[in-house]
């Protein structure tokens, strides 16, 4: 490697995979979170958009949360996810 060159380059995070940290968010005392005001204009998320709180996890342990704006649900994940998001629709 070169003297001065950097492993971690653009090109290199970007061949690691699709995801990456955003931001850091801290949950109040009531359970609230604020989504940062850079992620909501990188995915152009406005007041009064409803996502989708998506719990994962393996071998009966929870430990990752993934949201989703509803009306953007590709086919694939409305099929699988469906009958929960209707309720959860059905229920705000």
Do not use: H
């Amino acid at each position: 490697m070169k003297k001065g060159t950097n492993p971690e380059s653009k090109e290199a995070k970007s061949k690691k995979g699709c995801c990456e940290i955003s931001a850091v968010v801290t949950v109040d005392e009531r359970g609230q979170m604020v989504l940062p005001k850079g992620v909501r204009d990188m995915l152009n998320i406005r007041a009064g958009d409803k996502l989708a709180v998506v719990v994962m996890g393996s071998a009966g342990q929870k430990c990752c949360i993934s949201l989703m704006k509803v009306d953007e649900l590709e086919e694939g994940v409305r099929s699988k996810l469906g009958p929960v998001l209707d309720e959860i629709v059905k229920g705000i």
